[in-house]
Each structure stands twice: as structure tokens, then as C-alpha cells.
């Protein structure tokens, strides 16, 4: 049997995750806003002050305490942190909270993604309008 592979090819391997499809196919609609284009490092980010800010928005937009949703967004942006990877993708974080807070999400993480883009240029790491929040 010699020249027979077993096991996927190359173009079936490629297109397998849905998840990359589903992003694919809303980036093509324009269901994205333009600043996910942006790219996060998270080293720059605080997360000291980001997490409670992250579990208080997930909880007024849900209108409950939910520990697995906040959990989740808070292991995709950290996961990326501690493995050196210093892009997070917002549109990936975006599809993946949906399924958790359906149309909620996309307000969430565009949001989100502002402040992490405004936290990354702060000497602090914080985002200002959180830092303003803060002071009153």
C-alpha cells in the first residue's frame, strides 16, 4: 500500500473549525466593529483592574452573577497574557461569549475591546474612562 496516507488532508484539516467560519462569514457581513481590528497586547493591560470591571458589566447585562461566563472571557484574555501570545482576538472572544450572552455579547466586547486598546496606551495600564470612575 505503498503512497496511500490515511488521515485528513491539508484542505480538509483547514476549513474543519467552525468557529473560524462563523467569523469568517461576520467579518464578511460587517458585523464586526472597525476597532477589532486593533491589535491588544496584554502584557500593558492591568487585569487587577479590568476583572472586576469585566465581572460587573457581565453581570448588569446578564441580571445575574454568572461565574462561567466571566470566567471564560477572563481565561481567553489571560490565557493569552501568560503564554506570551500578545494577541488576543476580540472577534474570536466575541463568537464564543454569544452562545452565553446572545445578543448581549456584541456590545460587551466591543466595549471591552475599547478599553483594553485605551489600557494598553496608558503608563498605568488602566483605561482612562475606568480611571475616571475611579477618582469619583
Not at 467560519?21 to 460587517?30: A, F, R, V
Not at 500578545?86 to 452562545?99: A, M
Not at 485605551?118 to 470612575?133: D, F, N
Amino acid at each position: 500500500m505503498a503512497g496511500f496516507f490515511r488521515g485528513a488532508s491539508a484542505d480538509q484539516v483547514k476549513h474543519n473549525n467552525a468557529d473560524q467560519k462563523l467569523i469568517n462569514k461576520l467579518t464578511k457581513e460587517g458585523r464586526f466593529p472597525a476597532h477589532f481590528s486593533k491589535k491588544v497586547d496584554m502584557a500593558k493591560v492591568s487585569m487587577d483592574v479590568m476583572r472586576p470591571w469585566i465581572t460587573q458589566k457581565i453581570t448588569d447585562l446578564l441580571g445575574f452573577e454568572d461565574d462561567i461566563v466571566v470566567g471564560l472571557c477572563l481565561a481567553q484574555l489571560e490565557e493569552k497574557k501568560e503564554a506570551g501570545d500578545k494577541g488576543v482576538d476580540p472577534k474570536s472572544l466575541q463568537v464564543n461569549l454569544t452562545g452565553f450572552m446572545e445578543r448581549k455579547a456584541a456590545p460587551f466586547c466591543s466595549e471591552l475591546w475599547k478599553y483594553l486598546l485605551q489600557a494598553q496606551e496608558s503608563p498605568v495600564g488602566v483605561p482612562q474612562e475606568i480611571h475616571r470612575q475611579e477618582e469619583e
